[in-house]
């Protein structure tokens, strides 16, 4: 197996020799560089899966090595590491370097290693990704040469295709859902708080009858609409207590937020609007935002997705209360129907609620994707 390398960029050898000794016990290698053009330069004769830039460096910014990492090793994941979480700088970083995490100083060492960890699954991912994404071009190419008469050979290879494409499917998911783990754990309270969202929207569409294909992309927007949390102020996100106004009107700013991170990714760009629309009110409230939309002006998935973050919200414990019982959640969806959320969706939460019960909120749900794929 290829021995995993990470190179790490600061200026400070205090900082370079710190992080090497706090990688010691890793199983990847640790390579250093203190300026931009010099990792620019190990890494066009070197192998590195990873890197991690401080942001704030001489000659050349964390921001800006990122995206000339991008442009010449497009597959290496890039990871900024800085003492200074401006709102545009994360920005900066995500538009301009795609980074995988933004990292604050001072790191958090287990978190900072597991972010390493994960970076790494990361980079194995896309390359199974990329490799099975060649093997299903030279069995296409394979197929187009085969006899019609060999149609039980024909049947064979399909056969195999379509299991190569359940797999990029499946991987499909599993690199967005370790996206919104990676937001999700910011706060120890909402881990796996995006993928429940995303299986009890994915539900409700279900019981609305809506189409496959919606139904999946209500799942995806479900998964990803608190992806803008990146660029949120941990010190926000962590809060133990309820926000004040000004902590709110940060906290406001999230969907739009994953709305411009998704914008450029093209296979994500039909649930953009829905991840920046999931806060509007049905009826067009000023409580609703960030456009204050009310009705069908509000995309479909965003009016569902809203009913299922409040039901995961409310069902689930927090520092300062615990989840709320089944009644008491079926009394809020009741009278918020028609002010904060579309009735009609409303009817259906409620009647599978109804139905299933607390099996609705089972907490470690996965969404089935292979129920969703023509096989």
């Given amino acids: 197996m290829e021995t995993h390398t990470v190179l790490f960029v600061d200026d400070e050898p205090n900082i370079q020799k710190a992080l090497q000794r706090l990688m010691r016990q890793e199983p990847f290698e640790v390579i250093t560089a203190s300026r931009g053009a010099e990792a620019l330069e190990?890494?066009?004769?070197?192998?590195?899966?990873?890197?991690?830039?401080?942001?704030?460096?001489?000659?050349?910014?964390?921001?800006?090595?990122?995206?000339?990492?991008?442009?010449?090793?497009?597959?290496?994941?890039?990871?900024?590491?800085?003492?200074?979480?401006?709102?545009?700088?994360?920005?900066?970083?995500?538009?301009?370097?795609?980074?995988?995490?933004?990292?604050?100083?001072?790191?958090?060492?287990?978190?900072?290693?597991?972010?390493?960890?994960?970076?790494?699954?990361?980079?194995?991912?896309?390359?199974?990704?990329q490799r099975l994404n060649q093997v299903t071009r030279e069995q296409?190419?394979?197929?187009?040469?085969?006899?019609?008469?060999?149609?039980?050979?024909?049947?064979?290879?399909?056969?195999?295709?379509?299991?190569?494409?359940?797999e990029?499917?499946?991987?499909?998911v599993q690199t967005l859902r370790t996206l919104a783990e990676a937001v999700d754990a910011k706060d120890a309270y909402?881990?796996?708080h995006s993928e429940r969202v995303g299986v009890y929207a994915s539900k409700v569409g279900r019981e609305l009858g809506l189409p496959k294909d919606l139904i999946e992309r209500i799942y995806i927007a479900g998964l990803l609409?608190?992806?803008?949390?990146?660029?949120?102020?941990?010190?926000?996100?962590?809060?133990?207590?309820?926000?004040?106004?000004a902590e709110y009107e940060l906290m406001k700013r999230h969907p739009e937020i994953g709305a411009r991170i998704l914008e450029p990714v093209e296979f994500l760009s039909d649930v953009v609007e829905c991840v920046r629309h999931h806060h509007e009110w049905f009826d067009g409230s000023r409580k609703g935002y960030p456009d204050r939309l009310s009705g069908n002006r509000i995309p479909l998935p965003s009016r569902v997705i809203l009913v299922a973050d409040t039901v995961e919200a409310m069902t689930s414990?927090?520092?300062?209360?615990?989840?709320?019982?089944?009644?008491?959640?079926?009394?809020?969806?009741?009278?918020?129907?028609?002010?904060?959320?579309?009735?009609?969706v409303v009817d259906a939460c409620l009647r599978l609620l109804e139905r299933e019960a607390?099996?609705?909120?089972?907490?470690?749900?996965?969404?089935?994707i292979y129920a969703f794929l023509e096989v």
């Fill in 358 to 368: 607390e099996g609705f909120l089972k907490k470690d749900q996965k969404f089935d």
């Fill in 140 to 166: 296409n190419f394979r197929l187009q040469d085969m006899n019609r008469t060999l149609e039980d050979k024909v049947r064979d290879r399909t056969k195999q295709l379509v299991e190569k494409h359940l």
């Fill in 225 to 245: 609409h608190d992806v803008g949390k990146i660029g949120v102020p941990d010190a926000v996100i962590q809060k133990p207590g309820h926000l004040d106004d």
């Fill in 42 to 129: 190990i890494l066009d004769r070197t192998s590195a899966q990873v890197v991690v830039s401080d942001q704030r460096m001489p000659e050349m910014s964390g921001v800006e090595l990122l995206a000339a990492v991008r442009e010449r090793h497009p597959s290496v994941v890039r990871v900024m590491l800085t003492g200074h979480a401006e709102m545009d700088v994360a920005v900066d970083a995500v538009n301009h370097g795609q980074i995988f995490r933004l990292v604050t100083k001072p790191w958090n060492e287990d978190e900072l290693k597991t972010t390493l960890r994960q970076a790494l699954d990361h980079w194995d991912l896309k390359q199974e990704i």
């Fill in 168 to 172: 990029l499917r499946t991987a499909y």
């Fill in 317 to 344: 414990d927090r520092p300062y209360r615990e989840g709320m019982p089944l009644e008491r959640v079926v009394d809020e969806l009741h009278r918020f129907s028609g002010s904060q959320f579309d009735p009609n």
């Fill in 190 to 192: 909402t881990r796996g």
